[in-house]
Every structure is written in C-alpha cells, then in structure tokens.
C-alpha cells in the first residue's frame, strides 16, 4: 500500500521561509510525477506545485518565484522549498504522485494518484 508522508510544516512570519518533504513508501514504481497542492479553509485544493519523473517543473501562478519545487536523490521523494511566505500562502499543504497506466496497448491512460495527509502551514502577518 502505497504511503506518502509529508513534513515540514508549521508557523512563520511573513516573508519568511519553509522546507516541506514528502517521501512515498510501499511502491515498487517511479512515479510519474510528484508534487504539491494546497487548500485553504473555504477554498478549493489548487496546484502549487509539481515536477516530472524527467525533471520538468510546474508552479501555481501565486507561488512562481518564491516557491521551488525539486526532486530527492531517494527514490520516490519530493520537497518543496518555500520563500517569501505571504499571509495568503496559509493552508494545509498536501503531497501528491500520480502513476500513469495503460491497460491495453491502444489504450487511453488510467491515472492513480495518491495523497499525503497533509501539513498545516500558517504564516503571520
């Protein structure tokens, strides 16, 4: 059973910084990509992040210059390094990893996507 296990969040001052880790364990695979998702009381989850098994990165237009997303050298484990936190940077952060798989040659892919549990970030203005 595949897990992904989040850390590093917690309480900052505005404009400070923060480092947040997800490792997945119980997968024999390389995900397709991993990455980063935040939702805020009353708002819906919205990408802030997200990086290819090839490396290729993708950020949430709100996080762009501040926020970088990089893969480990661990099999399977992602952070997210977190600068000039805003007050509105405040959410609960989840890890995700999604896995592509093609049931038939000719087949449309089926995505598996996995979630962490999630870790609280609170910045103060």
């Known amino acids: 059973q595949v897990q992904l296990v989040e850390s590093g969040g917690g309480l900052v001052q505005s404009g400070g910084s923060l480092r947040l880790s997800c490792a997945a364990s119980?997968?024999?695979?390389?995900?397709?990509?991993m990455g980063w998702y935040r939702q805020a009381p009353g708002e819906e989850r919205e990408l802030v992040a997200a990086?290819?098994?090839?490396?290729?990165?993708n950020y949430g237009n709100s996080v762009k210059g501040r926020f970088t997303i990089s893969k480990g050298y661990a099999k399977n484990t992602v952070y997210l390094q977190l600068n000039s936190l805003k007050p509105e940077d405040t959410a609960v952060y989840y890890c995700?990893?999604?896995?592509?798989?093609?049931?038939?040659?000719?087949?449309?892919?089926?995505?598996?996507?996995?979630w962490g549990q999630g870790t609280q970030v609170t910045v103060s203005s």
């Open positions: 990086i290819t098994s090839g490396g290729r990165t």
């Open positions: 995700n990893a999604g896995r592509n798989r093609y049931p038939c040659i000719e087949c449309p892919p089926v995505r598996n996507d996995y």
């Open positions: 119980g997968s024999i695979f390389n995900f397709d990509d």
